[in-house]
């Protein structure tokens, strides 16, 4: 069973940057993809950022150019860089890897995921 444990979250003023970190065990990671979403109150489970066992990175649409996923196959650990945050992104962010070894496409679809961390919270300042 792999275990996976969010950090970094906190309160932050739009326009700063946090850094997350989710470090896995249980399993090593350097054949999965792995991916952060977040859910923010009242709303549904969204996809944030994902890399593939590949390092191929991909981005939803509201992240692009102010978010960078990357990934430490040696350390089991994945990390999501969050710059010019605004209040739209507070969330509960979750990090999650996908139940299917060297899957051969990227999947942003939640049920792809078997392992869920516990999330860590981000709240932006307006």
């Known amino acids: 069973q792999v275990q996976l444990v969010e950090s970094g979250g906190g309160l932050v003023q739009a326009g700063g940057s946090l850094r997350l970190s989710c470090a896995a065990s249980g399993r090593t990671f350097g054949g999965y993809n792995m991916g952060w979403f977040r859910q923010a109150p009242g709303k549904e489970r969204e996809f944030v950022a994902g890399?593939?066992?590949?390092?191929?990175?991909y981005y939803a649409d509201s992240v692009k150019g102010r978010f960078t996923i990357s990934r430490d196959n040696a350390q089991n650990t994945v990390h999501l860089q969050m710059n010019s945050l605004n209040a739209e992104d507070t969330a509960v962010y979750y990090c999650?890897?996908?139940?299917?070894?060297?899957?051969?496409?990227?999947?942003?679809?939640?049920?792809?995921?078997?392992?869920w961390g516990q999330g860590t919270q981000v709240t932006v300042s307006s």
């Open positions: 999650a890897i996908d139940r299917t070894y060297r899957r051969s496409y990227y999947s942003t679809n939640g049920p792809a995921y078997d392992n």
């Open positions: 890399i593939s066992w590949r390092e191929s990175t």
